[in-house]
DNA sequence: CAAAACCACGAAAACGGTTTCGTGTTAATA
DNA sequence: TATTAACACGAAACCGTTTTCGTGGTTTTG
């Protein structure tokens, strides 16, 4: 026994006049008399009219949705920017379409595809790692080809032209750098991954350029590159008994926790004998013990900052092709796993 | 210079042909000529034609959208239903359009409502805390009514019938109760919530139970009842000094870890002196030091089920009105914060 | 009192597809 | 050769809106 949706063909019958004067009425037109206006718009209330998105959705060609593809979504830097995207989407009516591309080229494309039909008035994008590895960005530039607005966040390319926003990583890196050195230590480690992916790329930079602006010598022997996401516990405690260090800058939380446990069971102190630094302030870095000394990505604010350029780009009339990229600043949160 | 989408009616009046035609072509439909096909489907091909999704939502009255709505998704629990949600619609070609409540029942109806109007074929959800306070399920009421599908999990009501998932929390508890009791703990603490949240209050009985059917006594005096899921650490520094303990179970992952911190600050080991043992396994109770055992809720399992039981129902003809609901088991996970 | 202006509403096209039904042409049958 | 069946395609309705344009009836104006 269904309450089937009512439409306007319904409430037209229903109370003998046409469909345009319905749909005029329930806009509160000129065009209609007090009388039959009053009377619609009882009836509609009455049965709880709302128009069908979707009918308006192919009228308008616009659908109030917008499209966030993203690596993962069980990660908290991420999860905080569709949080921030959802919030600001929110507010302005539109809806948030979460595809994940699970790091892999191959679903990125797919997804996108998917969503480009139609189904959305723009994206909003991290790129996986796979796509960054290949370098291939054409699903970007047949989208973007196509009128639709991209904004890319975090993990983005040269290689497309669109708006984007990303953190300073490599400014992040510096200053957390530098508080270890200031703090008097001599030998700091990075611990990071491979370069394809940008910000490790970036943070990499800000390290090296925090230790030559302090005349340290790079030493890559205390630098761990780690050649994918996953976790190399073997890597890591070779890695940790074997290094002369007393600072170490790991490039996520997960690094920074499991180098810490390390050191630990070698004996060694934190913040005492051993400073670390992380990156990405979440809930590891709140919780840790000792509680991880961080940089915050301000990953809501982008999400925010994201949907508000999007959102701005698909309500604007003029087409012109001016992108802008936005830089935040990380911020070095201090907690216990450093020197106050 | 914008690449127009192109739609049928531009290959048909480029072909030469009437739109119908260039359908069923399209369709590789027996009415048409193979001559005529494949001229059509060159063209569509060459100039990458794709159909517009929400002209066809329209007409099937079919989105290929499913609508969910959580409380939160800076959470670990939730973000892990919501990868198994994405992962099981991916492979059956829907799209998620996420929506937070921020537990309020206001934008839980609000979100509701808006997707309601034809943007999505059903709904996956589970309760804001705000919405159990309340106790009014009316615009879940509605949308059932309107004949379209919801599965609700993990915070689920009777008030409502429809297709239900939750893992056995009341289980959960007695089995991480037993544990302990198994270890030879005598004095278990509870760190819980008020019992409003419905997961809560399973909890809280499961850890009663345990304690019945091994002949404790219930002694309320270690029995913390926090007001809401905001940290209070006055609350708690003050009960773990005064508690007279030698195990604690949490309803949560930070409770957990931060009622160890507690109680290391007064000197006490883990798990020699106390054990932890917290719900749901994220990231915190495997990078907690000590490591957390911890009850699995298996989320992103919980997310697949839910995809695959609304799925079933979007596309199942027949309007029977049976439900079931489906309870997981949870698991225990065995680490470091109590003795094997 | 005829012409112009206004009012209140309806018809129809449009958005981009799918699908049913009809129809003109050709080929097979009686 | 007349009849019928098969073939290949088009017209039109439909999904639920919005919006432009037209029109019959009433009111104002000259």
């Given amino acids: 026994m269904l ?16 469909i345009s004067t319905v749909s005029k009425a329930l806009k509160n037109s000129e065009e209609i008399s007090r009388d039959t206006k009053e009377k619609i718009q009882a009836f509609a209330k009455l049965y709880n009219y709302k128009p069908n998105n979707i009918a308006i959705s192919l ?13 993962d ?3 908290h830097f ?14 302005k009516g539109y809806n948030v379409i979460v595809c994940l591309s699970d790091e892999s080229f191959d679903k990125e494309v797919i997804n996108m595809e998917m969503l480009a039909n139609g189904s959305i008035d723009g994206f909003i994008m991290s790129l996986s790692s796979d796509t960054q590895l290949r370098n291939d960005y054409n699903h970007l530039k047949e989208v973007t080809e196509q009128g639709i607005p991209l904004v890319l966040f975090d993990r983005v390319t040269n290689a497309v032209n669109c708006d984007k926003i990303i953190i300073d990583d490599k400014m992040g890196a510096y200053i957390a750098t530098k508080k270890l050195i200031e703090e008097g230590r001599k030998k700091i480690a990075l611990v990071t991954t491979e370069d394809y992916l940008s910000v490790s790329k970036a943070r990499t930079d800000g390290y090296l350029k925090a230790l030559n602006d302090n005349n340290i010598k790079v030493d890559n022997e205390i630098i761990l590159r780690l050649p994918s996401m996953g976790m190399q516990e073997e890597l890591f405690k070779e890695f940790f008994e074997k290094a002369d260090i007393d600072a170490v800058l790991c490039v996520n939380e997960i690094f920074a926790i499991y180098g810490m446990r390390c050191v630990k069971d070698n004996g060694l102190k934190i913040p005492e004998d051993i400073s670390f630094i ?15 000394t961080a940089i915050a990505q301000h990953g809501e604010k982008m999400g925010e900052l994201a949907a508000e350029m999007l959102i701005e780009k698909v309500e604007s009339e003029d087409e ?21």
Avoid: C, M
């Avoid at 089937?4 to 046409?18: G, R, W, Y």
């Avoid at 991420?78 to 507010?91: D, L, Q, S």
């Avoid at 012109?320 to 106050?340: A, G, H, M, V, Y």
């Fill in 3 to 18: 309450k089937q949706k009512i439409t306007l063909k319904h409430i037209a019958k229903e109370l003998e006049v046409s």
């Fill in 320 to 340: 012109s092709e001016t992108f802008q990229t936005k830089i935040l600043e990380p911020t070095l949160i201090e907690r216990d796993s450093t020197i106050n």
């Fill in 78 to 91: 991420f999860t905080t920017v569709v949080r921030g995207i959802e919030k600001h989407a929110n507010t």
């Fill in 59 to 71: 009228k308008n060609k616009r659908t109030k949705n917008i499209g966030v593809v993203i690596p």
């Fill in 278 to 292: 992380g990156f990405t302030d979440g809930l590891l870095s709140k919780y840790a013990n000792p509680s991880l």
């Fill in 73 to 75: 979504i069980v990660h």
